[in-house]
């Protein structure tokens, strides 16, 4: 059987890391891989969850299965972490599970749909991360796309993406990112959130939402907007949310699945389902990093310490990303790269070449993905010289 196997490409954000962890030019620069970095390149525990594993340390009495479900006490600080006191929460229409990470979470949202609605089509973004389209197949969905970044005018395409979107049929599914897009950074305003709630309400077809940077844009409330609205105007709503960002929890593969129902009957029919979808693939959460979270966000005084980490972080991002521009400027690049400061969270694109990223690796080591597609995080004061001289030079 195995020797009938033919080997897969790599992951292209693997295969960059793993070549930019060869690399011995001491001028390096990782804009690959999508994780915080602080202006020494270091990816640090923040204090509030160092804190809370000593706390977790000291009272954890068991390694015990937690069930399904995960520890109720993280599935109920998520729902308001996401929602707040949204009347959604109030009427008890909201049923929230721990998930391995957020991609654990989207797996659980693809078989959940399959299970509702097995012919249902999947809407995603174009662009979009590029994980989504193999979680998707994978749970048996099929695929289509909606514009969304235009790439000559570098913003966002909502014209196209709302035309695209009113002909969505009851019963599908469209995926939205509740906030700094992946990979494009450009977000949806208040305005054209209000408009795609709209559309979903009088067409019929459910929302999925794709929360994996709740802080990183605007602010935690600020970047909830789209998902309290449109648990306020719709009777379903399905979100799949991760800590691995906010709180710094990439190794320990924390994140959330969240349905949203008409009734509170509907939402417990919904999370049985919920269940055995989750029974047949992992059966059980981990608990550690969820109990991470829930202790933090459990004490008051953690959670003033993690806000002002988060925020910390979130500026440290915008920061980067007017040294940026502002760096281009300095060396003499006449093209206008100020779109760059009008995205949000992690990720833009360069809007350089797949030739050009291929020279800037090669020749400057300085790596990204061919699509130009940025990490904001490795920018720093030490490196953004280097890094904006080299892209001049490439792109004169």
């Known amino acids: 059987m195995l020797e009938q196997l033919s080997p897969l490409p790599a992951d292209p954000i693997l295969g960059l890391l ?25 990816t640090p525990i923040l204090d509030c969850v160092k804190t809370a594993e000593r706390q977790r340390t000291d009272t954890e009495m068991s390694k015990i299965y937690i069930g399904p479900t995960g520890e109720a006490a993280f599935n109920e600080h998520m729902t308001q972490l996401i929602f707040g006191q949204h009347q959604a929460v109030r009427d008890n229409r909201a049923r929230t599970i721990s998930t391995p990470g957020g991609t654990g ?104 939402i794709d929360m994996a940077y709740q802080g990183f844009g605007l602010g935690l409330d600020e970047d909830a907007y789209g998902p309290r609205l449109m648990a306020q105007e719709l009777d379903e709503l399905l979100l799949c949310s991760s800590c691995s960002k906010n709180f710094g929890l990439y190794r320990e593969r924390v994140g959330g699945f969240t349905l949203i129902a008409k009734d509170p009957a509907t939402a417990d029919v919904a999370h049985s389902v919920v269940l055995s979808v989750v029974r047949s693939i992992y059966s059980m959460p981990p608990a550690h990093g969820a ?8 004490n008051s005084d953690l959670t003033a310490q993690w806000h002002d980490e988060l925020t910390i972080m979130r500026e440290r991002i915008s920061n980067n990303r007017h040294l940026l521009v502002d760096a281009l400027k300095a060396v003499g690049v006449e093209r206008d790269f100020s779109f760059i400061t009008k995205q949000s969270g992690m990720f833009s694109f360069l809007g350089i070449t797949p030739e050009q990223v291929s020279t800037l690796i090669s020749d400057y080591s300085i790596y990204m993905v061919d699509s130009s597609r940025i990490s904001i995080a490795g920018i720093s004061k030490d490196n953004v010289k280097y890094l904006a001289q080299s892209i001049a030079k490439v792109i004169a």
């Open 18 to 42: 793993k070549a930019y962890g060869e690399d011995t030019n001491p001028q390096k620069v990782d804009l690959g891989v999508g994780v915080f970095k602080d202006d020494n390149g270091h």
């Open 105 to 208: 979470s989207l797996r659980v949202a693809g078989e959940f749909i399959k299970a509702c609605k097995p012919n249902a089509k999947i809407w995603l973004s174009n662009p979009t991360w590029a994980n989504h389209n193999g979680l998707f197949s994978a749970a048996g969905l099929t695929i289509e796309s909606y514009p969304y970044y235009n790439y000559e005018s570098k913003s966002l395409d909502f014209d196209a993406m709302l035309t695209t979107l009113a002909a969505v049929p009851a019963g599908d599914v469209v995926l939205l990112h509740a906030c700094c897009h992946n990979p494009s950074g450009m977000d949806l305003s208040k305005e054209q959130w209000q408009q795609v709630t709209q559309l979903a309400k009088q067409n019929g077809f459910t929302p999925l």
């Open 291 to 298: 109990a991470l979270v829930s202790t933090i966000l459990s």
